[in-house]
Nanobody
Framework: QVRLVESGGGLVQAGGSLRLSCAAS????????MGWYRQAPGKQRELVAT???????NYADSVKGRFTISRDNAKNTVYLEINSLKPEDTAVYFC????????????WGQGTQVTVSS
């Protein structure tokens, strides 16, 4: 059984920072790619950042230089450091995981709300 639980969202002023966490109750965590996606009201879910088993990261152009994804395999946790927040970053942020040794995100958390005020 796979369970992903996000935390760390909240209301923050533009220019502020947050650190999102995703605690994964999941087997073979270190063998899975992990990712963060977000969905703003009225918009489709979009990729924010991903991190492979080897630690290679990938970011959406809109967040490059401001967001940092990392993972702690000993804690089965993936993080998203968010800096220089903008009102357009307001969304529900979802943690995602792939099955071991694959690249398709099949497992999702319930999401954590990030609201950025101007």
């Amino acid at each position: 059984q796979v369970r992903l639980v996000e935390s760390g969202g909240g209301l923050v002023q533009a220019g502020g920072s947050l650190r999102l966490s995703c605690a994964a109750s999941i087997s073979a965590f270190s063998n899975r790619a992990m990712g963060w996606y977000r969905q703003a009201p009225g918009k489709q879910r979009e990729l924010v950042a991903t991190i492979t088993r080897a630690g290679t990261t990938n970011y959406a152009d809109s967040v490059k230089g401001r967001f940092t994804i990392s993972r702690d395999n000993a804690k089965n946790t993936v993080y998203l450091e968010i800096n220089s927040l903008k009102p357009e970053d307001t969304a529900v942020y979802f943690c995602a995981a792939t099955p071991p040794w694959t690249s398709t995100y099949n497992y999702w958390g319930q999401g954590t709300q990030v609201t950025v005020s101007s």
